[in-house]
């Protein structure tokens, strides 16, 4: 009984306290010296992030598992974005994915 109390009033209040911080977590500086990867980027949530953050200034390395969302996402943002096939649960596809973002980032950067 407490469990489930505990459970419906406490578990929604600590996700509320975390989104809380997050939203009001101060702005990042510099998007145009990002670099991020973003997995998903076919649809939905992995889609719309890559699209705002590279309107944001920020060079965007896609994953994409279809070639039709490959496509859809060059033509939907600016040459900052970089989209390539990636199928994240295939280990060699993972590694190749790998070896096409280091070598396209900058001198420096990454690992």
């Not at 809380?20 to 990002?34: C, E, K």
């Not at 590694?95 to 420096?108: C, F, H, I, N, S």
Request: hydrophobic fraction near 40%; aromatic fraction near 10%; charged fraction near 25%.
């Amino acid at each position: 009984m407490i469990y489930s109390l505990i459970s419906y009033v406490g578990l929604p209040l600590i996700i509320y306290k975390i989104l809380d911080r997050l939203v009001r977590f101060p702005q990042i500086g510099n998007y145009s010296d990002r670099y991020i990867l973003i997995t998903g980027c076919d649809s939905g949530f992995g889609n719309l992030i890559a699209k705002r953050l590279d309107r944001l200034g920020c060079h965007v390395f896609a994953g994409c598992l279809t070639e039709k969302g490959k496509e859809a996402l060059e033509m939907a943002c600016s040459e900052r974005l970089q989209a390539f096939s990636v199928d994240v649960s295939n280990r060699e596809s993972v590694r190749d994915a790998l070896k096409y973002v280091m070598t396209k980032l900058p001198e420096g950067r990454g690992w």
